[in-house]
């Protein structure tokens, strides 16, 4: 069998696959092209995949013997997950293991856009430090502030934890009630436009879909407070960047610490790097050692589960197990979900 590899991963999460299959890497800097992919994809049985890699229905199809699609992220937005269930082909991801790095990494963007830290940086190194000043680089207070959280998921749920231990009130907002945590951490639901309006601190943590693009508009930016900052660790397209620019350098909000922008990388000459009131870091949520090993791991387990006809441990289209069963079965020669057991 054949599977192929669009990144250096992590070496624990190759050597698994290698031990089955013949590998191919592409070790590049950059992704692989599109023509590569094409014709990568037409000859591999798994493929392991990234965010950077458009995994679109014109690839899918170039996959004739495809049988499996394991995503290197979470997040899988990149992926026409409808043309793969249409294709029979399951989709893995990789969620759990980056929650806990990705939640320290945008409560790391909060306090620093709060306090100012990179200006603090900035102007230590520049010689401006002169003498203690009693106005100098004067921030906001994170301590008893109120933060709001979009999407309260993995990521979202331990970011209010994050909030709670530094004395937070936590709005939410999410799909469905999450009456248990609600509880847990005196969280308290309200309605998007509420927590904009309300909240100090607005923390990203829903996934990009038709619903969630652009959520963050020209309208939502008005309603927050002039005081507020954003945080984005989900995906750039759920802001939209024109209006965000604008609402930094006309003082609509406070500040923005983004992790992810649109597009990916920003251009060098973007607006948004030269505000002083917006952090910009280039999409490192989930970049510890430990995570990525754990991602390089399940990302293995998906593929190889994949190859063998076996449901993925991490599924992004469990649905494919369901109208896509014939279609399944028929490419692993009749060794289906059932005769699995499952
Ligand atoms: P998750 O557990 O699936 O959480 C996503 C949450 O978003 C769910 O709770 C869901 O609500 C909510 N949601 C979906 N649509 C919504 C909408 N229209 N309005 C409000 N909430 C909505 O996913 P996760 O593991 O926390 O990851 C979240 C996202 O973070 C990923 O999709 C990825 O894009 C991003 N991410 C980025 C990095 C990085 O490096 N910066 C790292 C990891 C992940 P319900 O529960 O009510 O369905
Ligand atoms: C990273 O952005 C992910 O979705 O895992």
């Not at 990144?7 to 800097?29: H, Y």
């Not at 502030?145 to 998921?153: E, F, H, M, R, S």
């Not at 759920?238 to 251009?267: N, Q």
């Not at 190859?307 to 469990?318: D, F, H, M, V």
Request: charged share 20%; net charge neutral.
């Amino acid at each position: 069998m054949n599977a192929f590899v669009t990144r250096l991963i992590p070496e624990a999460g190759l050597q698994m696959v290698r031990q089955v299959c013949q590998v191919r890497v592409w070790e590049g800097e950059l992704p692989p092209p599109r023509e590569v992919l094409l014709q990568q994809v037409a000859g591999c049985d798994g493929l392991i995949c990234l965010l950077t890699d458009p995994i679109d229905a014109g690839v899918i199809a170039a996959g004739g013997r495809l049988r499996v699609i394991s995503q290197f992220a979470v997040g899988v937005d990149n992926i026409d997950l409808a043309a793969a269930t249409a294709r029979g082909i399951p989709v893995g991801h990789t969620p759990g293991v980056l929650t806990e790095a990705t939640a320290d990494l945008a409560f790391g963007l909060l306090l620093a856009a709060a306090r100012r830290i990179p200006e603090g940086i900035e102007y230590v190194r520049a010689g401006r430090w002169r003498t203690w000043e009693p106005l100098g680089l004067l921030g906001a207070a994170v301590w008893g502030a109120t933060l709001g959280v979009v999407g309260l998921g993995r990521i979202g749920t331990a970011v209010a934890r994050r909030g709670r231990g530094f004395g937070m009130r936590v709005l939410y907002t999410s799909r469905t009630r999450k009456q248990r945590l609600e509880a847990e951490l005196g969280l308290e639901r309200v309605v998007l436009g509420d927590l904009l309006a309300r909240a100090d601190f607005v923390t990203l943590h829903c996934p990009l879909t038709p619903e969630t693009y652009h959520l963050i508009d020209e309208r939502a930016l008005r309603r927050m407070k002039p005081t507020a900052v954003l945080v984005n660790t989900a995906r750039g397209p759920v802001m939209e960047m024109e209006a965000l620019a604008r609402a930094l350098r006309e003082g609509w909000i406070a500040a923005a610490a983004l992790d992810v922008t649109d597009p990916e990388p920003l251009p060098p000459d973007h607006p948004l790097l030269s505000l002083p009131n917006c952090i910009i870091l280039p999409h490192i949520g989930s970049a510890t050692v430990a995570a990525r090993e754990r991602m390089a791991v399940m990302a293995a387990e998906n593929l190889l589960a994949g190859l063998r006809g076996e449901q993925l441990p991490y599924c992004a289209n469990p649905e494919v197990y369901g109208e896509g069963e014939q279609l399944r079965s028929e490419r692993n020669g009749g060794f289906s979900r059932r005769g699995l057991g499952l």
